[in-house]
């Protein structure tokens, strides 16, 4: 679907982890929305990960710009990374640098231990989401295969892809 030879981040997202078109009204709700998805995913209380969600927030707004946003936490208890990807229906504001609204977030979240390969999965799925072509292809999806077809890895020959948790 794309020729941009970037990597994207498909081989990080967690099974059923692409959510289309998830109505919230406003940021609090999106992460609490996050959080509830995750939760179903890793085992974590959805507590927890929305209260990690949360501080790293205060640290500073992951919105990315662009209309994208990168929520993040770690947990001792994964067992490697993981995320889950939502297109809200309607923008929200979510505080980001360049003030856009936010229709696409990526809730990252990484075992505690895992620091390079937290930034490794940072900066992949940053290049993705500045990619105009996928992106667009994001927000145009229909349907989870498409979205995953927009993110997807482009891999060196002989190189496996990592999957989720």
Do not use: N, Q
């Amino acid at each position: 679907m794309h020729r941009s030879g970037v990597a994207g981040f498909d081989d990080l997202v967690v099974e059923g982890g692409i959510t289309l078109d998830l109505g919230v009204a406003d940021k609090p709700a999106l992460l609490a929305a996050l959080a509830d998805l995750a939760a179903s995913a890793t085992g974590i209380d959805a507590s927890l990960i929305l209260e990690r969600v949360r501080l790293r927030e205060s640290l500073g707004a992951t919105g990315f710009g662009g209309g994208t946003a990168i929520p993040h936490a770690r947990f001792a208890e994964l067992p490697g990374v993981l995320v889950h990807v939502v297109r809200l229906a309607m923008p929200i504001d979510y505080g980001a640098l360049d003030e856009a609204p936010v229709d696409i977030a990526v809730l990252l979240l990484s075992p505690e231990d895992a620091g390079a390969d937290h930034l490794k999965a940072l900066a992949r799925i940053s290049r993705t989401l500045r990619d105009p072509k996928r992106l667009a292809a994001m927000r145009a999806a229909t349907d989870a295969a498409a979205m995953r077809a927009a993110i997807v890895t482009t891999l060196s020959p002989g190189e496996a892809p990592r999957r989720a948790a």
